[in-house]
């Protein structure tokens, strides 16, 4: 007997979720090992970036990476505090803000798809027991957290290619993921 619709979507959307976080990591990985064998290109124009915000910003994301889960929202405010005016600075943190933000924004809509429809753990739902109105806030919360994802995939790659850029540029030594013991 196949499980309702409902107890499908659970899993497959933590699935979703896990599989771009686990994306993230693994391209910040390669983007970190790549080092700065760009050749003579430089990713901040000393012209048009100031060094202390760019490091400020730096430092912030940094910060970022390493938060536990339970702090990693207050981290993500901070980030978005950081005075940026200089374009290298802001583009870096528009980019990680950006990736950050909708990453937690598509977490917390996952939680509330799943308060909607069952239980993440793909208990039997069917889905005619659910009544419409949460079915049709369901089905606009998974619209919403799709474009999330989308947004955090497509500014993900600047987010850690500036990081990157900027952790050489200063000569800073790159933030590891919080790892819980």
Known sequence: MNPPRTARLAPLATALLLTVMIGVLVYAASAMRRGSDD????????LTTDRSELRRVTEAISRVIAAPPDQHEAAVETLEAVRAESAGARDLKDACVNTYRSTIRAQQ?????YSLIGTPDAGEVR???IPMDRRMRA????QTTSELI????QSMGRCLD???AAVRTLGLVPAERF???
């Open 179 to 181: 790892r819980s013991r």
């Open 39 to 46: 050749g003579p290109r430089q990713a901040f124009d000393p």
């Open 162 to 164: 500036l990081y990157g």
């Open 109 to 113: 809509g996952m939680q509330t798809l």
């Open 150 to 153: 989308e947004l955090a995939q």
């Open 127 to 129: 889905v005619a027991d």
């Open 139 to 142: 089905l606009e919360l998974q």
